[in-house]
């Protein structure tokens, strides 16, 4: 099982923003990735952090997937417990659910920000790059 914890972040709300992830394999880092993406909103960044890592363990065949995030409505989202109310959120969370169902198990879990530490340097990694 390969696990993925995923950030996405906006300075100011919106303003701008990166991603970042982070793939281990038991103990074991394989991969991450950090990446500008513009002006966002702190949610957008947070799915498309998590979209983009998807689409790289698709590119990997990766079948088994761990989904950690520090955004409790994403996940809350993507259990299908909260509704996606506001309409531009809504148009990232249909491309990522997309994606899920393309992996043979996927789960999504709420980790605490001081438990994803890694995958928020990479986020602020690419806006001190950017700034």
């Not at 394999?25 to 500008?36: L, V």
Request: charge should be positive; glycine fraction near 6%.
């Amino acid at each position: 099982m390969v696990k993925l914890f995923t950030d996405g972040g906006a300075r100011g709300n919106p303003g701008p923003a990166a991603i970042g992830g982070v793939f281990y394999k038991g103990e074991d880092k394989i991969a991450d990735f950090s990446k500008y993406i513009g002006e966002t909103t702190n949610n957008q960044a947070e799915y498309q952090a998590l979209e983009h890592g998807l689409k790289l363990a698709i590119k990997n065949n990766i079948k088994e997937l761990e989904c950690y995030l520090d955004s409790e409505l994403v996940v809350k989202q993507l259990k299908q417990e909260y509704k996606v109310k506001n309409k531009e959120l809504a148009k990232v969370f249909v491309k990522t659910w997309n994606l899920s169902l393309k992996f043979k198990k996927i789960s999504f879990a709420h980790v605490r920000r001081e438990n994803n530490k890694e995958a928020d340097a990479l986020v602020n990694k690419a806006l001190d790059e950017q700034t």
